[in-house]
């Protein structure tokens, strides 16, 4: 039996019994996000977000939309690999998640949006992380995309998320 549920998950015989998870941000009332407190699909958004201004007394630095750019990536990456289901394997997400991105591993960080992709994605395609391929690689670029025409609220929803993902990890690390 073993054998042939082996050959029929190679063969593809059984992925049309797994539900493919959508990404709350193709769904259509992600184009008034604002109705997201109402949905159930999207993460919970961190309450009491200070303001960048109230942190630091210096401009932004040019750079965040590249550092966005490349969490936006990341996130839609691992979100996507497994299936939405982050909780199954906390441990891999979060490899993943630090595999993909050079702003949290504190590496040299690329001088543009496109840069940002491009190094994710030639990451991604020589590390064999995850999901990575050709095909996946555009279909997390229209991720992207889409993340980014959504505006600055969708951009605190993945931020949100990762920041939930992050300290269940840590929570997890310090039982």
Not at 36 to 45: K, M, T
Not at 134 to 161: H, M, N, W
Request: hydrophobic content about 40%; overall charge negative.
């Amino acid at each position: 039996e073993r054998r042939e549920f082996e050959k029929s998950v190679a063969n593809g015989e059984i992925s049309h019994l797994l539900k493919v998870w959508e990404p709350w941000w193709k769904d259509k009332s992600c184009l008034i996000i604002e109705i997201a407190s109402e949905n159930n699909q999207f993460p919970v958004l961190l309450s009491n977000i200070p303001s960048f201004h109230t942190l630091s007394k210096k401009e932004p630095s040019p750079f965040l939309l590249v550092h966005q750019t490349e969490m936006l990536y990341a996130y839609s990456y691992v979100m996507r690999s497994v299936n939405g289901e982050y909780l199954s394997d906390i441990d891999f997400v979060i490899d993943l998640l630090f595999s993909l991105s050079n702003v949290l591993n504190s590496r040299e960080v690329p001088n543009s949006p496109e840069a940002a992709i491009d190094a994710i994605i030639q990451r991604s395609l020589k590390d064999g992380l995850g999901s990575g391929s050709r095909e996946f690689s555009v279909l997390i670029t229209s991720d992207v995309v889409c993340l980014l025409k959504l505006g600055p609220k969708a951009g605190q929803y993945v931020l949100s998320d990762l920041h939930k993902i992050i300290s269940l990890n840590l929570n997890q690390e310090n039982e």
